[in-house]
Structures are given as structure tokens and as C-alpha cells.
């Protein structure tokens, strides 16, 4: 023999071998069943909307705290001078919303 192993070591080797085989091809069958690949297929979507959603939370509060920033004074009381415009700005956009959809219903 060139590779000085007995009939029973080849035999053993090859039982060895088809049992790696055999697991081999049951992964795979796993793999490629139509539940795991719908599974995994949710599981990804899912974890892209949990990404998105966190991003567009950090976003919001991100937003929220500039805001806030902008109208409120580092002791914590409304800063007045900005607050006022920016009420006055968005009963105008509303009133102009309004005048619109009665003049669209009319």
C-alpha cells in the first residue's frame, strides 16, 4: 500500500467520510428548505426596520432637542422673542390651509 494505511483504516476513513457527508447534505437541506429561507428572509426585514426605526428616532430626538434649543433658555424658561414668531408663523400656515380646503369644498 503507497500510503502505508490497513483495509480497515480506508474502510473506517470512509464511514468517517460519509458521515461528515451526510451531515453535510442535512445543512444544506436545512438551508435551502422554503421556511428558513422565508424565516430568514423575515428576520432580515424585520431587522431593517428596527434599524430604520431607531435611526429615525435618533433623528426625531435629535430634531426635538435643537428645538427645544432654539425656544427654551438654559434655566429652563421660554425664550419669548423666538417662541412668538414662530406661533405666529404656524397660525398663518393653518388659516392658509384652511381658507384653501373651504375654497377647494366650495
Do not use: C, F, N, W
Request: net charge positive; aromatic share 0%; charged share 25%.
Amino acid at each position: 500500500m503507497a500510503d502505508g494505511r490497513t483495509p480497515a483504516q480506508i474502510e473506517a476513513d470512509i464511514a468517517r467520510r460519509r458521515q461528515e457527508l451526510a451531515v453535510t447534505l442535512d445543512e444544506i437541506g436545512v438551508r435551502v428548505h422554503p421556511k428558513t429561507i422565508i424565516g430568514d428572509a423575515k428576520a432580515k426585514a424585520a431587522e431593517t426596520v428596527d434599524r430604520t426605526a431607531g435611526r429615525a428616532y435618533v433623528a426625531a430626538q435629535r430634531a426635538v432637542t435643537q428645538v427645544r434649543g432654539q425656544l427654551v433658555a438654559e434655566d429652563g424658561s421660554p425664550r419669548m422673542e423666538r417662541i412668538v414668531p414662530v406661533a405666529l408663523l404656524a397660525v398663518g400656515v393653518i388659516g392658509l390651509l384652511v381658507t384653501s380646503s373651504r375654497r377647494h369644498d366650495a
